[in-house]
């Protein structure tokens, strides 16, 4: 027999099938292999099989061995592949990535096996005790455990009763031994009680609904705190009870410790956790037994809707809107279209549950592609949290200089003496963003991009967010010397430095980029926090998402305005999103909520509908916006990167491609509605000058795409990257 292999080789960038002979019979479709290639050994994955092979015998050569015998991929999952290859425009072997856990692909973790000791059957432990000479007391009591449990840990049972008594046991046939696969599992600390609820009608029609409709997809339109949880648990419940298999994904697993708390209550080991953040022996294992089916409910960030399963019958991606479900590197796919593609091939049930869905999200519903399902009150009405602005033009004029206006130290005051909990939200990690000379005006760069440097008290260091560059503190401006120096710009570090001065006894914990570094870092710091150990909580975007804290009574958004004023068409989107989303943490049990909002432009618009929980009145807005000046929905906003470290390199590279597809741009005006070439906003990045052509085209001209990548792609070489991002998040 012959199998098409794709070869695991480091350069990616050549994507070819091989062709081997095997005769090994449990070699089959998805199989991963050992093959030779040119005069090294390496792993590949067979994706065909066949009697006959188009190359003359003696040019084959062998199989040399399989790795496993349960094939990693699919036919299911091998579709999906290619359909990665075709849409993200990368190669096999890159595309295989997304699927299979880099340990494996490596060879470096195995699975672990554990070695018990077991009562041998039929042992009459009463008679037996009695029968050992009386000093051997640890054997007895050996004994009498086994008779309990009939078998333990060999680890565990030489610490309790020590090495000779187990061997003792052991030698006089009263016990043996046996290795089993040990299965490393994460989170084991995780505490859960299984609340017993029984949903609202609202919940239940929603549940109804789902299933119930005949579009694959269904947009979950429920304000925070609406019980969207609760719909996804009795989803996978009843998906599970008529056999089939579920993904849950969340924006980032680390960040919502509830949502493994509520899985693990319910389906307990029926619960795989694929994430980034897992050992990797803890990855490999959640991987195989969802692969064996041990496990059947897949959760995790993005990348677990590649998850191994199958017959899969239920995908659900909370909060859709989020930036993370769009792969910002090679291969760039987008989670919910891939989860879509996935859902139709299996005749599965997609649910995009969010409170505010993207705008394309709740067009799609609008065209009626999307079974738009409503929750649009709180559980036992529990209102919304009220959120007031506060001004900071005018505390500024009033000469208050801290980061907080009057209305958010008086209500911090008051939720404090209550005993509740506040959280304060500012999305920039650091002391001050900038570091500025008074003298001469100049700002601190780091010297590999075109970016200010910010300053991290904690580390006394200069840091560049873009590279992570650590640069030493100055004393002096490096430009004239002078040694007056102003901090630009409020970060976390300095909110809590603030914070501290405030209220000297308030217990304060930090949660950014930071101080989540460690294994488990943001799962600890949300665990004190929700254990009351601290009073106020201060951090970046990380604290926005979905968390449910009921002693939160106060939030309070420091800096509303800092993603509003980013040059990007979804600058407005994004900030009602955030600013709903913090907001939502406060006032989820029985205690009213409050929100303070602070901005220097109060009249803004989106910050208007934000206050008012109008989503429909921002949408609309938005929507004629995006119509009018044909931005996405309307169109896909291409763009395609050049950089290299030799400006001139990356210069006459973009000017040759900027010609080309000047030249498809002529003949197919009528396609294009934008289209342009420029300096990219961030010029320089890692050292790499950075170019771009810009284009806005017709909404999903699947053709177009591809003669604009082909024709760029051809110009990439050893010194010059090229890059091809559509409706990408992030155009800097
Ligand atoms: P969302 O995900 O929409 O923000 P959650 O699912 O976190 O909302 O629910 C908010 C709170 O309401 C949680 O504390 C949850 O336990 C509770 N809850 C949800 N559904 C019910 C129900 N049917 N009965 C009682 N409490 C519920
Ligand atoms: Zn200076
Ligand atoms: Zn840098």
Redesign the pocket.
């Known amino acids: 027999m012959y199998a098409d292999v794709i070869v695991d080789i480091t350069n990616a960038e050549v994507d070819k099938i091989f062709e081997y002979y095997f005769s090994d019979c449990k070699i089959t479709l998805g199989s991963r292999v050992v093959v030779p290639f040119g005069n090294k050994v390496l792993e590949g994955i067979v994706i065909g099989v066949k009697e006959k092979s188009n190359y003359p015998p003696e040019k084959i050569k062998p199989i040399f061995r399989l790795l496993e015998e349960t094939p990693a991929l699919t036919n299911e999952t091998l579709s999906l592949m290619q359909y990665i290859c075709d849409t993200c425009y990368v190669t096999r072997a890159l595309a295989l990535r997304l699927f299979l856990p880099v340990e494996m692909r490596k060879g470096k973790v195995k699975e672990q096996f554990t070695k018990f000791v077991c009562l041998v059957d039929g042992v009459d432990v009463v008679q037996t005790v009695e029968s050992i000479r009386k000093s051997a007391v640890k054997q007895k009591e050996l004994l009498l455990y086994l008779d309990k449990e009939k078998r333990e840990q060999f680890t565990k049972l030489n610490n309790l009763f020590g090495a000779s008594a187990v061997k003792g046991v052991i030698e006089k046939g009263y016990a043996y031994t046996v290795e089993e696969k040990y299965f490393r599992s994460p989170y084991k600390n995780l505490t859960y009680s299984n609340?017993d609820?029984?949903?609202?009608d609202k919940?239940a029609a929603a549940v109804d609904s789902v299933i119930g409709t005949d579009k694959t997809t269904s947009l979950l339109f429920?304000v925070?705190?609406?019980?969207?949880?609760?719909v996804y648990l009795n989803l996978i419940d009843k998906t599970i009870q008529s056999g089939r298999t579920a993904i849950m994904l969340v924006p980032e697993i680390a960040l919502t410790p509830q949502m493994l708390k509520q899985l693990r209550a319910r389906f307990g080991d029926d619960a795989a956790i694929l994430h980034s953040g897992l050992s990797a022996g803890e990855r490999f294992d959640e991987w195989w037994r969802l692969r064996n089916g041990e496990a059947r409910i897949a959760i995790g960030a993005r990348s677990a809707i590649f998850a191994p399963l199958e017959n899969v019958g239920l995908i659900i991606i909370d909060e859709e809107h989020d930036g993370s479900y769009t792969s910002e590197s090679s291969p760039r796919y987008s989670t919910v279209e891939v989860a879509k593609f996935r859902a139709r091939q299996l005749n599965a049930k997609l649910v995009l549950g969010s409170a505010t869905p993207s705008i394309e999200s709740f067009k799609r519903a609008e065209d009626g592609e999307y079974n738009l399902i409503e929750l649009p009150d709180r559980?036992n009405k529990r209102p919304l949290p009220k959120i007031e602005i506060a001004d900071m033009r005018v505390e500024v004029r009033r000469g208050n200089n801290t980061p907080f206006s009057s209305v958010l130290k008086y209500e911090l005051d008051s939720c404090l003496k209550k005993g509740n909990q506040a959280i304060i939200f500012l999305n920039q990690r650091g002391y001050s963003k900038t570091v500025v000379c008074t003298e001469c005006g100049h700002v601190q760069k780091c010297e590999s991009c075109d970016v200010s440097l910010t300053y991290h008290k904690e580390d006394d260091a200069l840091l560049c967010h873009y590279c992570g560059a650590k640069y030493k503190m100055i004393t002096a401006c490096t430009e004239c010397g002078s040694p007056f120096i102003r901090y630009g710009g409020t970060g976390t570090e300095r909110v809590v430095a603030e914070l501290k001065k405030l209220y000297p006894t308030a217990r304060i914990l930090r949660m950014d980029r930071d101080t989540t570094q460690s294994k488990e870092g943001h799962f600890k710091i949300l665990n004190q926090f929700s254990a009351r150990e601290a009073d106020i909580l201060v951090g970046t975007q990380m604290i926005a998402k979905?968390h449910?804290f009921p002693a939160v009574t106060l939030v309070g958004i420091l800096d509303a305005d800092m993603s509003l004023h980013f040059s990007d068409y979804r600058s407005g989107e994004r900030t009602f999103q955030l600013l709903t989303q913090v907001a939502?943490r406060s006032g989820?049990a029985q205690d009213a909520g409050k929100v303070v909002l602070q901005t220097y432009s109060p009249d803004n618009p989106v910050l208007r509908q934000a206050v008012n929980y109008d989503y429909l009145g921002f949408y609309k807005h938005e929507i004629s916006i995006r119509k009018a000046t044909a931005f996405p929905p309307f169109t896909d906003v291409v763009r395609v990167l050049i950089s290299s470290e030799n400006d001139d390199n990356a210069l006459a590279v973009t000017k040759s491609i900027y010609g080309e597809l000047n030249l498809l741009y002529l003949e197919q005006r009528d396609k294009f509605r934008f289209f342009g070439c420029m300096k990219a906003p961030l010029k320089r990045l890692q050292n790499k000058f950075r170019y771009q052509v810009l284009m806005r085209i017709n909404a999903n001209d699947k053709q177009l795409l591809d003669r604009i990548f082909f024709t760029s792609d051809k110009y990439k070489s050893r010194s010059v990257f090229l890059s091809m991002e559509v409706n990408s998040n992030n155009l800097t």
């Open positions: 609340k609820v029984t949903l609202t919940q429920g925070t705190g609406s019980g969207k949880t609760e559980i979905g449910d939502g989820r």
